[in-house]
């Protein structure tokens, strides 16, 4: 995702050093990205616990 909110998280993300790795790592960002930038696919889009988690298609558990 090009958007620049998602580029934003991103980048954060890299900053603080922690690496994003392929699986549910990258599942949750890209449940977030959607999230921020209002495009989410299995929620409202309402920041929660529980709504990343719906979006990345994870338990709250696994997150």
């Known amino acids: 995702m090009n958007?620049?909110?998602?580029?934003?998280?991103r980048h954060a993300l890299e900053h603080a050093g922690i690496?994003?790795?392929p699986g549910t790592d990258q599942a949750v960002?890209?449940?977030?990205e959607?999230?921020?930038?209002?495009?989410?696919e299995h929620t409202s889009g309402a920041l929660s616990v529980s709504t990343p988690c719906t979006e990345a298609g994870i338990s709250r558990a696994t997150y």
Do not use: K, N, Q, Y
């Not at 960002?29 to 977030?32: D, L, Q, S, T």
């Not at 959607?34 to 989410?40: D, E």
């Open 29 to 32: 960002v890209h449940a977030f």
């Open 3 to 9: 958007d620049p909110a998602a580029l934003r998280l």
């Open 19 to 21: 690496p994003v790795r």
């Open 34 to 40: 959607r999230i921020v930038t209002g495009s989410p």
